[in-house]
């Protein structure tokens, strides 16, 4: 999770990201161990893949008329839907998890497409369960992959660890 938070703070957007091969020599550079490295580029390239291949089957803006690509291939959530969880999913997110994806969720902030990115990107993390903090860090590289950018609040509950704060 470090070379990703790296990463994330280092390069403002996701296109502005280097190539994997030269990002690696970079963070060699910087102190990260090889293998810490290894796994993260890994599931960076997983999250570049998943991106690319949302972005071929969605309409292209723009398209009308009977044009193949003018229907999305991808079906929006209904608002009336609900999201089931897989136990394994259950257990690898931890009630915490669970619920600040339910409070994304109910302020508008993360579309359902991105939601399924952050449950696939989550599931492929390494650790067991994941902690809040991780889990804040998987979405942000979500949004920053696509160019999502959340509101102002948003992002302060993203960014900040509200553990670390003493309560009156």
């Not at 136990?87 to 669970?98: F, V, Y």
Request: glycine content about 6%; hydrophobic content about 40%.
């Amino acid at each position: 999770m470090d070379v990703l938070v790296f990463v994330y703070e280092n390069y403002g957007r996701g296109d502005a990201c280097p190539e994997l091969t030269q990002l690696s020599h970079k963070l060699t550079a910087v102190g990260f161990e090889s293998e810490e490295i290894e796994q993260a580029l890994d599931w960076l390239e997983d999250l570049q893949q998943t991106a690319a291949g949302m972005r071929a089957v969605m309409p292209r803006p723009g398209a009308r008329g009977s044009h193949p690509l003018a229907r999305p291939r991808v079906q929006a959530a209904r608002p009336d839907s609900l999201r089931a969880y897989l136990p394994r999913e259950i257990e690898h997110l931890g009630s915490e998890g669970l619920g600040f994806l339910l409070f994304l969720q109910a302020a508008k902030a993360l579309p359902t497409e991105l939601h399924e990115v952050v449950m696939e990107r989550a599931t492929a993390a390494h650790d067991r369960p994941l902690t809040l903090e991780q889990l804040k860090i998987i979405i942000r590289m979500v949004f920053w992959q696509f160019e999502h950018e959340p509101g102002a609040l948003v992002l302060d509950e993203l960014c900040h660890d509200r553990s670390a704060q003493t309560r009156h």
